[in-house]
């Protein structure tokens, strides 16, 4: 029975282990930042009209919260605040046109994605053709073709980027640019993880890029 109900327990794990989704992001940071800041308050600058959003306002606060697990505070209205922080973010819809050819997997398989890529699978010398002897000289794509089964399948490229800078004077302290592409096409369930790769290892190693990769529950 113990050994049942441990058995029971590790297929649980495995299950709920695989309802984890890995996000990968490619992050860039370029800074100069200080080797000691007394002062970390900041005010999180207003976007444009046209741009602010609710959604994007939402995604400020992944921002604060990120910032607040690095020891930094926002400033109350009215005070001066040592540095400002901006944020901006995009999704692109990519669509990929993909070709599936109807023949019988006999024929071995094929895909057209984009204009260039068709490849069927070439048969060479005389082989054993089911039943009978396969020559070169007969090709069954000569007699008609296959038909194609088109559909779309879409892409979301996104990016942040988010920027650090003295108010004082106005110094760049601070750049970072996250790019990720994935099939999910909803912005809001990819972007905490965005993010937070945003600033893991802050500051980093300015000038190199990196991959990062977040587990996402659900």
């Known amino acids: 029975m113990k050994r049942l109900l441990t058995t029971a327990a590790a297929a649980l794990t495995l299950l709920l282990t695989g309802c984890a989704t890995t996000i990968r992001s ?34 400020q606060n992944l921002v604060r919260t990120e910032l607040a697990r690095l020891g930094f505070q926002e400033a109350a209205a009215g005070a001066k605040p040592a540095l400002k922080v901006s944020m901006r973010f995009t999704t692109t819809d990519v669509p990929v ?9 006999y024929y071995g398989s094929a895909r057209f994605m984009g204009p260039y890529s068709f490849h069927r699978p070439y048969w060479g010398g005389r082989r054993y053709w089911g039943g009978g002897w396969y020559s070169p000289f007969y090709d069954p794509f000569w007699y008609g073709g296959p038909t194609y089964t ?53 500051p980093g190693v300015s000038g190199v890029a990196r991959r990062v990769e977040l587990k996402r529950e659900g």
Do not use: C
Request: hydrophobic share 35%; glycine share 2%; aromatic share 10%.
């Open 150 to 202: 088109e559909t779309i399948k879409h892409y979301y490229n996104r990016e942040v980027q988010v920027a650090i800078k003295s108010a004082a004077d106005g110094k760049r302290l601070f750049d970072v640019t996250v790019h990720n592409s994935s099939r999910d096409r909803s912005t809001p369930n990819v972007m905490p993880a965005l993010v937070q790769s945003a600033f893991t290892g802050f």
């Open 26 to 59: 490619d992050v860039t940071t370029f800074h100069e930042w200080p080797a000691e800041v007394q002062d970390k308050s900041y005010v999180l600058e207003a976007p444009p009209p046209q741009d602010d959003t609710l959604e994007l306002r939402s995604y």
């Open 97 to 105: 046109r993909v070709l599936q050819p109807d023949f019988p997997s």
